[in-house]
């Protein structure tokens, strides 16, 4: 029933899909700006943040006052939500240099420091206005660089969050929102500008504003996740087709599973280290390989495996979740191959960015071995296999590539997802034998000379028994066994 519901609200949510935007990245931290805002009122707290806001025009917000503390209620809760991410985030060790954002000692106003031309102060400054919210086009937030001083930012979030093109409307849809822009704030101290590396800035930010906020959800809509789970084999460093907003979930896998003191300390590191690396996967890949003994790929591979599994189950009570919100995730889903023979071709290109994932549909009544050709598994490559069943969630596994000895039954897809670290172009082949015939010692469902090969080499090099290769049940691998498969070969139309 939850992935019925989850797939329902998918086909409402592709009408904005193409032109929805959590804080439009490239147009917000890659772009300066000269000016702020000019707003009628403006509300500080604690001397950290200033809402901007007005009461009149195209951007008033609603001026309701439940509380009669002469601030409307809205900028109240702004000011909260952002001194809540504020805490949170610092909690966890990350810097907050560019966060004040301007010199009140300076008293000349047309010195371009002076606190004038920031906001009126140097608290961080929070702008309230009517953003873009069509069924064409919506945007929740923007975070702008400000070209009077490297490094410093403002925020524009939008005035109500009322609109029905916003994914998630209100308080809520306000509250990450902040969460959200205000990471993108505290990354400029390590790294001011994210140029090609859009998808880490919103990776961190969309995990950020879960973790801060964590019963609103907004960002496992799959108007912001298809863009992987609908196709897993995109370059994630590729803008033109991944925004970063998918990631969040792989951001919680790593702080989850890999980094096993469950602190959030994992993305703190990485972001420590593209201080002073290239780019943002190799400050990750850096990480991984340091602290972790691991690599993206490995850590991407499993990730995505485990995503096939979203919205199937009820709880976290199975294997295959790594965080609590996959219950309610859209699964990754890709077109399957649905006639093809036993023994299958596969031709994959790498890049070192990007994996490669395919599948095939199943008699779920078949009973099957699983084999691939050797030059895939002595190659560099790396993977699983995911055996899935969705009639029957009791029955599903994930396997290493290369880790599948035994016969499967009752499953009705199976899934390979592949990566490799370098560029790399191979040609491989997927087999599966409804019946592993005897002599089959390549196990690719067709006997011949190489199968006999294969023997040869392995009795010349024999060290322990092994049944696949003892064709006359003598309990001895040997020249017999030999004879015998050729008698087999022979007869093989």
Request: hydrophobic share 35%.
């Amino acid at each position: 029933m939850i992935l019925i519901i989850i797939r329902l609200l998918f086909i409402v949510s592709l009408l904005t899909a193409a032109n929805s935007h959590r804080c439009n990245l490239t147009e917000g931290l890659s772009k300066t700006r000269s000016y702020r805002p000019i707003q009628q009122y403006s509300f500080t707290q604690n001397g950290r943040f200033t809402v901007h806001y007005d009461l009149e025009g195209l951007h008033a917000i609603e001026d309701i006052d439940q509380d009669i503390t002469g601030i409307p209620d809205y900028i109240e809760q702004v000011i909260n939500a952002a001194n809540t991410s504020y805490d949170f985030i610092v909690s966890l060790g990350y810097d907050d240099l560019y966060i004040s954002d301007c010199d009140e000692n300076i008293l000349d106003t047309d010195n371009p420091l002076h606190c004038i031309h920031f906001g009126g102060d140097s608290s961080y400054d929070i702008y309230i206005k009517d953003l873009a919210s069509t069924s064409n086009y919506v945007k929740y937030g923007e975070n702008f660089l400000d070209n009077n001083f490297e490094g410093t930012s403002f925020i524009e979030i939008d005035n109500g969050f009322t609109e029905d093109a916003y994914h998630t409307n209100g308080e809520d849809a306000m509250k990450v929102t902040i969460a959200h822009e205000f990471f993108h704030a505290i990354q400029r101290s390590y790294r001011i500008d994210p140029a090609d590396d859009v998808f880490f800035y919103e990776m961190s930010s969309v995990w950020m504003e879960d973790l801060i906020f964590p019963d609103v959800n907004d960002y496992i809509n799959e108007v912001w996740t298809d863009e992987l789970f609908d196709n897993p084999n995109v370059d994630i460093t590729d803008y033109t087709t991944v925004k970063g907003y998918s990631l969040g979930l792989y951001a919680h896998y790593l702080s989850s599973v890999i980094d096993s003191d469950q602190d959030h300390s994992i993305i703190l590191e990485m972001w420590q280290k593209f201080r002073s690396e290239s780019s943002a996967l190799t400050a990750i890949n850096s990480v991984l390989e340091s602290n972790y003994g691991l690599d993206f790929t490995r850590t991407f591979v499993d990730f995505c495996s485990l995503n096939f599994f979203n919205g199937y189950y009820s709880d976290e009570q199975n294997e295959f979740y790594y965080h609590a919100d996959q219950v309610y995730a859209q699964p990754i889903t890709i077109p399957v191959m649905t006639d093809f023979e036993p023994n299958v071709s596969i031709d994959k290109s790498f890049s070192g960015e990007n994996l490669n994932v395919f599948g095939f549909d199943l008699d779920p009544n078949l009973i099957f071995d699983i084999g691939v050709s050797d030059n895939l598994l002595n190659s560099d490559i790396m993977g699983n296999i995911v055996l899935f069943s969705q009639s029957n969630l009791e029955n599903q596994e994930v396997l290493s590539l290369g880790n599948f000895d035994e016969q499967y039954t009752n499953f009705e897809s199976i899934y390979f997802i592949l990566g490799s670290e370098l560029p790399t172009d191979i040609a491989f082949n997927v087999f599966f034998c409804d019946e592993q015939a005897g002599g089959d010692v390549i196990q690719d469902c067709i006997i011949n000379v190489l199968d006999y090969i294969k023997m040869v080499d392995f009795i010349l090099q024999f060290e322990t028994y092994n049944p696949l290769y003892d064709l006359n049940d003598d309990n001895e691998c040997n020249v017999l066994d030999t004879i015998e498969l050729v008698s087999q070969i022979m007869e093989t139309p």
